[in-house]
């Protein structure tokens, strides 16, 4: 999608689209270019994982039990 918006422009993708393309960047920034020196223990990593899932529809969290949903992402 990153080459697309960059050919098209942001504006031209739907907005479940932009969503995946701040999804994807909060993503890579916050969770996957953990510095060498944060030690996170695994509950602050689901916690981080389950804020970064807010950014997306709820109807694009297919994968997702809707209890979990329920408890993880509505209510936090």
Known sequence: ????AAIL????LSETDR???EF??????????????????IT???DLGRQLLKILPKEEL??????????FIDNK
Do not use: H, T, W
């Not at 999608?1 to 697309?4: A, I, T, V």
């Not at 960047?25 to 944060?38: H, P």
């Not at 297919?62 to 408890?71: C, G, L, Q, S, T």
């Open 9 to 12: 422009g942001k504006e031209s």
């Open 19 to 21: 969503k995946y393309l």
């Open 24 to 41: 994807s960047k909060k993503f890579k920034e916050k969770f996957i270019n953990q510095s060498d020196n944060i030690n996170r223990r």
């Open 1 to 4: 999608m990153r080459p697309l």
């Open 62 to 71: 297919r994968r997702v039990r809707p209890k979990d949903i329920e408890k």
């Open 44 to 46: 602050e990593s689901l």
